[in-house]
C-alpha cells in the first residue's frame, strides 16, 4: 500500500477498517470476534493483576489506574480489529472454499503476519499495533509458531500479542463456517484446549482467567450474538471503533 498520511486525511487504521469492511467482510467479522473476545479475558485478568499491560507504550503513557484500564480495553480492542489486516493481499487464496489449499498457498498465507507488520509499521496511526499483527501466530514458549521474525521478549507489546494469540485460537477453534460459531460442545473444548496449553502455546494468567465462570458467560455470548453484532455495522457503514 501506498497511502500516506496527511493532516486533513482519515488516518491509516481508520481506512484499513473500512477496506476490511468492504472489501473482505468476513475478515471484518471474525476480527470483531476476535476483539471483542480478547477485551473480555482483558477486563477478567486487568481484575487480578491491574498491571499487566502496564508495559505496553499506550499503556504506560497513560495516568491512573482508571486510565490505564481504559487505555488497555481500547489498545485490545483495535489491535484485535487490526491484527489480520495483512490477509488483504492474499485475499483471493484465503478465500477459496472449494477445495484443500496446495502447500505453496499455505506459504504464501503464512506470509500475511509479515506483511501485516509492514503494513502497520510505516503509518503512525497504526505502528503500535504492528507487533499484534506479526506475532499472534506464535506460541508463548517459542517452540511452535510463526513467523521466525517475531521475538517475543524483544517486544513491549508481548502481553497484548499473547491476549490476540488465545482470542484468535478460540475463535479458530468455534468457526465452523467464517460465519458461525459452534455452541454445543466446542465451546467448553476449547476453553479445555487453551487451558492445556497454559505455558506451552499461551500466556499462563490468560489462560488462568478462562476458568472464571463469569468470563466463560461473557464468551458464550460473544460467540453467540457476535456475527450479528458486526454484521449489523457491515450493514450501516460503521466499519470504525466507538471509542
Same mark, same amino acid.
Given at each position: 500500500?501506498?497511502?500516506?498520511?496527511?493532516?486533513?486525511?482519515?488516518?491509516?487504521?481508520?481506512?484499513?477498517?473500512?477496506?476490511?469492511?468492504?472489501?473482505?467482510?468476513?475478515?471484518?467479522?471474525?476480527?470483531?470476534?476476535?476483539?471483542?473476545?480478547?477485551?473480555?479475558?482483558?477486563?477478567?485478568?486487568?481484575?487480578?493483576?491491574?498491571?499487566?499491560?502496564?508495559?505496553?507504550?499506550?499503556?504506560?503513557?497513560?495516568?491512573?489506574?482508571?486510565?490505564?484500564?481504559?487505555?488497555?480495553?481500547?489498545?485490545?480492542?483495535?489491535?484485535?480489529?487490526? @491484527?489480520?489486516?495483512?490477509?488483504?493481499?492474499?485475499?483471493?487464496? @484465503?478465500?477459496?472454499?472449494?477445495?484443500?489449499? %496446495?502447500?505453496?498457498?499455505?506459504?504464501?498465507? !503464512? $506470509?500475511?503476519?509479515?506483511?501485516?507488520?509492514?503494513?502497520?509499521?510505516?503509518?503512525?496511526?497504526?505502528?503500535?499495533?504492528?507487533?499484534?499483527?506479526?506475532? @499472534?501466530?506464535?506460541?508463548?514458549?517459542?517452540?511452535?509458531?510463526?513467523?521466525?521474525?517475531?521475538?517475543?521478549?524483544?517486544?513491549?507489546? !508481548?502481553?497484548?500479542?499473547?491476549?490476540?494469540?488465545?482470542?484468535?485460537? $478460540?475463535? !479458530?477453534?468455534?468457526?465452523?463456517?467464517?460465519?458461525?460459531?459452534?455452541?454445543?460442545?466446542? %465451546?467448553?473444548?476449547?476453553?479445555?484446549?487453551?487451558?492445556?496449553?497454559?505455558?506451552? !502455546?499461551?500466556?499462563?494468567?490468560?489462560?488462568?482467567? $478462562?476458568?472464571?465462570?463469569?468470563?466463560?458467560?461473557?464468551?458464550?455470548?460473544? %460467540?453467540?450474538?457476535?456475527?450479528?453484532?458486526?454484521?449489523?455495522?457491515?450493514?450501516?457503514?460503521?466499519?470504525?471503533?466507538?471509542?
Amino acid at each position: 500500500s501506498s497511502y500516506i498520511e496527511l493532516d486533513g486525511c482519515p488516518p491509516y487504521d481508520e481506512v484499513l477498517l473500512t477496506v476490511l469492511g468492504k472489501c473482505t467482510p468476513d475478515i471484518y467479522v471474525r476480527s470483531w470476534v476476535v476483539a471483542k473476545v480478547a477485551v473480555a479475558i482483558c477486563e477478567t485478568v486487568m481484575e487480578d493483576e491491574p498491571q499487566i499491560f502496564d508495559g505496553v507504550p499506550a499503556v504506560a503513557n497513560a495516568r491512573g489506574v482508571d486510565a490505564k484500564r481504559t487505555a488497555a480495553l481500547q489498545f485490545v480492542q483495535k489491535g484485535g480489529m487490526l @491484527h489480520d489486516v495483512g490477509i488483504l493481499p492474499f485475499y483471493h487464496i @484465503h478465500s477459496i472454499r472449494n477445495r484443500e489449499l %496446495f502447500q505453496e498457498e499455505l506459504e504464501l498465507l !503464512r $506470509l500475511h503476519t509479515c506483511v501485516g507488520w509492514e503494513m502497520l509499521k510505516k503509518r503512525k496511526s497504526t505502528r503500535e499495533y504492528a507487533d499484534l499483527a506479526l506475532g @499472534h501466530h506464535a506460541w508463548y514458549n517459542g517452540a511452535k509458531g510463526y513467523p521466525d521474525e517475531y521475538k517475543r521478549r524483544e517486544s513491549p507489546c !508481548r502481553c497484548v500479542v499473547d491476549l490476540i494469540t488465545l482470542a484468535s485460537f $478460540l475463535t !479458530r477453534e468455534m468457526d465452523s463456517d467464517g460465519l458461525f460459531y459452534r455452541m454445543d460442545g466446542m %465451546f467448553d473444548e476449547s476453553i479445555a484446549e487453551a487451558v492445556r496449553e497454559e505455558g506451552h !502455546r499461551f500466556y499462563p494468567p490468560l489462560t488462568v482467567s $478462562l476458568q472464571n465462570m463469569e468470563l466463560q458467560k461473557k464468551l458464550r455470548e460473544i %460467540f453467540r450474538n457476535g456475527v450479528k453484532e458486526a454484521c449489523r455495522r457491515l450493514y450501516d457503514g460503521k466499519y470504525g471503533i466507538d471509542e
